[in-house]
T-cell receptor, first 116, second 111 residues
């Protein structure tokens, strides 16, 4: 299993440009999520999905869109990039269940985005 | 308010010594705690977890202690090695399922 795969690893955008960060997992996890990580702010939840066709907002959703057309993929879209979106983005997934293991997120390696 | 925080942003230890990384949480409506390790340029990785009905859990070279009375969580790493150098996060999961990450403590291992 590859786990959680994110692409690209690095991206530089100009203000106003759009782009999509890709996330794919091969563990058949129902739950997928996107976090951003900024110095001094820790990991903050952007959007999440509990299954195909279902998405919901997290703590900092403004400026980002997501969709979940398949169980495997959960892309994050920036429609009009702003310098405040310069960050490291992590995709994470977990299986759904009532046991404690269902809360353990598997993270991707991250995508470092710079918006000029 | 809700917060999960670590006491020290940076901890420096000598190789071979034991490390103790602390985490304080403010919300007692929590069911489950996780420690993650994040190496430079990588995503966080699961280390060990503990449920709120336990006060200690041991893994390979790591032990997590939970003190619900003072809302304190700690991660102990025995015989710290250079490969242990990383940022360590605690995460708290409420009964509602909400997950909150702490800020992180950077562990530096001196040779």
């Amino acid at each position: 299993n590859a786990g959680v795969t994110q692409t690209p690893k690095f991206q530089v955008l100009k203000t106003g440009q759009s782009m999509t960060l890709q996330c794919a997992q091969d563990m058949n996890h129902e739950y997928m999520s996107w976090y951003r990580q900024d110095p001094g702010m820790g990991l903050r939840l952007i959007h999440y999905s509990v299954g195909a066709g279902i998405t919901d907002q997290g703590e900092v959703p403004n400026g980002y869109n997501v969709s979940r057309s398949t169980t495997e993929d959960f892309p994050l879209r920036l429609l009009s990039a702003a310098p405040s979106q310069t960050s490291v983005y992590f995709c994470a997934s977990s299986y759904s269940g009532t046991d404690s293991g269902a809360n353990v997120l598997t993270f991707g390696a991250g995508s470092r985005l710079t918006v000029l | 308010g809700e917060s999960v925080g670590l006491h020290l942003p940076t901890l420096s230890v000598q190789e071979g010594d034991n490390s103790i990384i602390n985490c304080a949480y403010s919300n007692s409506a929590s069911d489950y705690f996780i420690w993650y390790k994040q190496e430079s340029g990588k995503g966080p990785q699961f280390i060990i977890d503990i449920r709120s009905n336990m006060d200690k859990r041991q893994g390979q070279r790591v032990t997590v202690l939970l003190n619900k009375t003072v809302k304190h969580l700690s991660l102990q790493i025995a015989a710290t090695q250079p490969g242990d150098s990383a940022v360590y996060f605690c995460a708290e999961i409420h009964l509602t399922g909400k997950l909150i990450f702490g800020q992180g403590t950077t562990l530096q291992v001196k040779p």
